[in-house]
T-cell receptor, first 112, second 116 residues
Framework: LAKTTQPISMDSYEGQEVNITCSHN???????ITWYQQFPSQGPRFIIQ???TKVTNEVASLFIPADRKSSTLSLPRVSLSDTAVYYC?????????????FGAGTRLFVKA | GAVVSQHPSWVICKSGTSVKIECRSL??????MFWYRQFPKQSLMLMAT?????????EQGVEKDKFLINHASLTLSTLTVTSAHPEDSSFYIC????????????FGEGSWLTVV
């Protein structure tokens, strides 16, 4: 299973764009990259998933360079309610299926 | 997205008793579910992989006789904490996925267990 490395914490202000980068140097060919958000006392919530290039949905964008050894979650115009822990996960059918091993995650603090 | 539900959301039990937590996939079938525990301000720790119709696979260091996992149907897995002790108090979370090409995993709401 690919190990992921993220910054432990980040601070931002309301209305700013936040970019959280995750390193996954040993990502396998069939691995997907998935980001989750977790609030205290809640299960992680799916944000976005991608395999390569760029993926965008209604809440975030995911940028994946050609070598796929890293990825960047972009949150546009964050609000106070985006304060949470964000996890980058890598896995796929040939790396233990979707057995998901969590790294430490990134604690995002959004200030007014 | 797919929905995974846990029950109960929180439970308090006395030391020495057993408590069961249920995990259900509401709109898809899950041959595999996963169980995690999480301590305050820490990341999720994978405890075991629950396989429908067969024995669970436990991660190193997790006592299989203490944390009994049953996956009797394609939509239900249960975690039973046997002979609970205060150190078992934690936030327990399950996850499952419909097996789509990206193998997206969805998580339950979590269950707080307090052993007194």
């Amino acid at each position: 299973l690919a190990k992921t490395t993220q910054p432990i914490s980040m601070d931002s202000y309301e209305g700013q764009e936040v970019n959280i980068t995750c390193s996954h140097n040993n990502i396998a060919t069939n691995d997907y990259i998935t980001w989750y958000q977790q609030f205290p006392s809640q299960g992680p919530r799916f944000i976005i998933q991608g395999y390569k290039t760029k993926v965008t949905n209604e809440v975030a964008s995911l940028f994946i360079p050609a070598d796929r050894k890293s990825s960047t979650l972009s949150l546009p115009r964050v609000s106070l309610s985006d304060t949470a822990v964000y996890y980058c996960l890598v896995g796929g059918p040939n790396t233990g299926g979707f057995k998901t091993i969590f790294g430490a995650g990134t604690r995002l603090f959004v200030k007014a | 997205g797919a929905v995974v539900s846990q029950h109960p959301s929180w439970v308090i039990c006395k030391s020495g008793t057993s408590v069961k937590i249920e995990c259900r996939s509401l709109d898809f079938q899950a041959t595999t579910m996963f169980w995690y525990r999480q301590f305050p301000k820490q990341s999720l720790m994978l405890m075991a992989t629950s396989n429908e119709g067969s024995k669970a696979t436990y991660e190193q260091g997790v006592e299989k006789d203490k944390f009994l996992i049953n996956h009797a149907s394609l939509t239900l897995s249960t975690l039973t904490v046997t002979s609970a002790h205060p150190e078992d108090s934690s936030f327990y979370i399950c996850s499952a996925g419909p097996g789509t090409p990206g193998n997206t995993i969805y998580f339950g709401e979590g269950s707080w267990l307090t052993v007194v």
